[in-house]
C-alpha cells in the first residue's frame, strides 16, 4: 500500500483555538451592543421625525390629564410627521382662502368694471347721436342765412333775425366742439377701462391658476400616486414675489379700477349734464330764432299790406289826375275859340274909318277879354304843366312803389321759406327712436337747477 506524503498544513494549538472562540463571542456581543444601540438611535431618530413634543406634556414622572390617555415616566408625544404635514395643509387652507378673497374682490370689480364700460359706452354713444343731430339743424341755419343773402334794395338789412341765425350757428358750431371734446374724452377712458379690465382679467387668471394648484395640493396625499421625488424642490423659482408685494400688487389694480370707474362715473355726469345744458341753450336760441322770424314775417306783411294800400291809393289818384288832365286840356283848348274871336273882332275894328275908329266900350270890353282869355290859358297852362309833372311824379313813385313791393313779396317768400326749411328741426332722438327723456335736476340742498336724462 502506497503511503502518500503529507499537506504542510498550519495547525493551531488548543488555546489558539479557544481564544479565536472567546474574541468570535465577544466581537459578537460587541456588535450585537453596537447593532442594538444603532435600533435604539433608529428608533429615536424615527420616533424624533414622527413625534412632536406635546405643548402641555414635557413634564417627567408625572401624570398628563390632558392628553388623550395616560403617559408616565416619559414626555407624551403627538405624531410630527402629521402635524408638520396638518400644518402645511392648513397654511395652504388658509392661502387658499385667501386667494379665493381675493378673486372674489376681483371678480366683483371686473363686473363692475364692465358695467361701468357698458355704462360709459352708452353714454358715449348718446352724445354722438346728440352730435349728429346737430347737423341737420346747422344746415337748416346756413341754409336760411343763404336765402336771406337773396334779399334785394333796402330789403337787405342786418336786422334782428340776422343776429340770431349768425348766433344760432355760433351756438351749435360750440356745442358740436364740446360734444366732440367729450366723445374723445370717453373714447380715451374706454380704453383706460379696457386696459384695466384686461389687468384684472390676467390678475384673475393667474388667481384662478394658483387656486387649481393649491387645491390639488390639498388633495394631495401620502398614498396617492402622482407624489414623486422631485429635483430641488425647495429653490425659489425666477420671478418669485413675497407676500406683501403679492397682496400690493392685487390691491394696486383694485385701486387703479375704483380710480378709473369714479373718473368714468363723473365723466357720465358730466357728459349728461353737458348735453341737457347744451340741449337747453340750442332751444333756447332756437325759439328766440324762430320768434325773431316769425316777428320779422309778420313785419314783412304789414309793410306789403301798407304798400299795396298806397299803391292803390296812388292808382287811384293817378287816374284822377289824368282825368283832371285831360279836362284842364280841354278846358284850354275850349278858351281857343273865344280868344280866335276876340282876336278877330278886334283886328277887323281897326279897319274902321276916321274917326269911327275910336276907343269904344266895345273896344275896352274886347281888349279885356282878349287880357282875360289870355290870363286864364296861361293859368290853365300853368295847372296843366304842374298836373302833368305831378303825374309824372306820381307814376315815377308808383313804379318804385311797386318795385319795393315786389322786393317786399321777394323778401317775405324768403321769410316764409326760411320758416318752411326749419320746420325740419325736429327734437334729438335716441338710437331707439325715442326723445330724449328729461327730468328735474336737484343739487344737494335740494334746489333745482337744470334738466337732466333720465
Known amino acids: 500500500m502506497t503511503k502518500h506524503p503529507e499537506k504542510p498544513i498550519v495547525h493551531y494549538g488548543v488555546p489558539e483555538w479557544c481564544n479565536n472562540n472567546e474574541q468570535l463571542s465577544a466581537t459578537a456581543e460587541l456588535e450585537r451592543y453596537l447593532s442594538n444601540v444603532i435600533r ?3 428608533r429615536t431618530l424615527r420616533n424624533d421625525t414622527n413625534c412632536k413634543v406635546g405643548p402641555r406634556c414635557r413634564q417627567i414622572n408625572t401624570l398628563c390629564t390632558e392628553c388623550v390617555g395616560f403617559h408616565f415616566l416619559s414626555y407624551t408625544v403627538t405624531p410630527q410627521t402629521n402635524w408638520d404635514e396638518s400644518d402645511t395643509s392648513r397654511m395652504l387652507r388658509d ?73 344760432e350757428v355760433h351756438v351749435r358750431k360750440r356745442a358740436q366742439q364740446t360734444l366732440q371734446q367729450l366723445i374723445d374724452q370717453a373714447f380715451e377712458q374706454l380704453c383706460i377701462l379696457q386696459k384695466i379690465r ?12 394658483t387656486l387649481d394648484i393649491d387645491n390639488t395640493c390639498l388633495e394631495l396625499t401620502i398614498t396617492s400616486s402622482q407624489i414623486s421625488l422631485k429635483p430641488d424642490p425647495t429653490r425659489i423659482p425666477a420671478g418669485s414675489c413675497t407676500p406683501h408685494e403679492w397682496i400690493q400688487f392685487t390691491q394696486l ?38 320768434f325773431a322770424l316769425r316777428k320779422r314775417n309778420h313785419e314783412e306783411q304789414q309793410a306789403c299790406r301798407e304798400l299795396e294800400w298806397q299803391l292803390k291809393n296812388t292808382e287811384g289818384e293817378i287816374t284822377d289826375m289824368e282825368n283832371d288832365i285831360f279836362k284842364l286840356d280841354a278846358d284850354l283848348k275850349a278858351k281857343t275859340a273865344p280868344l280866335k274871336l276876340a282876336h278877330t273882332r278886334l283886328e277887323n275894328r281897326t279897319c274902321r ?28 297852362k300853368e295847372k296843366l304843366s304842374e298836373a ?67
Not at 389687468?199 to 391658476?209: G, I, P, S
Not at 385701486?255 to 378709473?260: H, M, Q
Not at 341737457?276 to 336760441?285: I, M, P
Not at 275896352?364 to 289870355?374: A, F, G, K, S, T
Open 95 to 167: 392661502r387658499v382662502w385667501e386667494v379665493s378673497r381675493c378673486k372674489d374682490l376681483l371678480v366683483s370689480c371686473a363686473k363692475k368694471v364692465d358695467d361701468e364700460i357698458e355704462a360709459l359706452t352708452l353714454s358715449k354713444t348718446r352724445t354722438e347721436e346728440t352730435l349728429a343731430a346737430t347737423a341737420v339743424p346747422h344746415e337748416v341755419s346756413m341754409e336760411s342765412l343763404t336765402l336771406r343773402e337773396g334779399r334785394q334794395g333796402f330789403e337787405l338789412i342786418n336786422d334782428p333775425v340776422e343776429k340770431e341765425l349768425k348766433k
Open 388 to 454: 302833368q309833372h305831378s303825374l309824372q311824379r306820381l307814376k315815377l313813385h308808383h313804379n318804385q312803389m311797386k318795385q319795393d313791393h315786389a322786393r317786399k313779396r321777394g323778401a317775405l317768400a324768403l321769410e316764409e321759406r326760411c320758416i318752411n326749411i326749419r320746420n325740419r328741426l325736429i327734437p334729438i332722438l335716441y338710437s331707439d327712436g325715442t326723445p330724449v327723456p328729461l327730468l328735474l335736476l336737484t343739487s344737494s340742498s335740494g334746489r333745482s337747477t337744470r334738466h337732466l336724462e333720465a
Open 253 to 290: 389694480n383694485l385701486a387703479r379700477a375704483r380710480e378709473a370707474m369714479e373718473m368714468s362715473e363723473q365723466m357720465r355726469e358730466d357728459m349728461s349734464l353737458t348735453r341737457v345744458s347744451l340741449q337747453n341753450d340750442l332751444k333756447n336760441q332756437q325759439r328766440a330764432t324762430e
Open 198 to 209: 384686461q389687468q384684472l382679467t390676467a390678475d384673475l387668471q393667474n388667481k384662478v391658476e
Open 40 to 42: 435604539q438611535e433608529s
Open 353 to 380: 274909318p276916321g274917326m269911327d275908329l275910336c276907343r269904344d266900350e266895345a273896344q275896352r270890353c274886347l281888349v279885356d277879354e282878349v287880357n282875360q282869355l289870355q290870363a286864364t290859358i296861361a293859368i290853365l
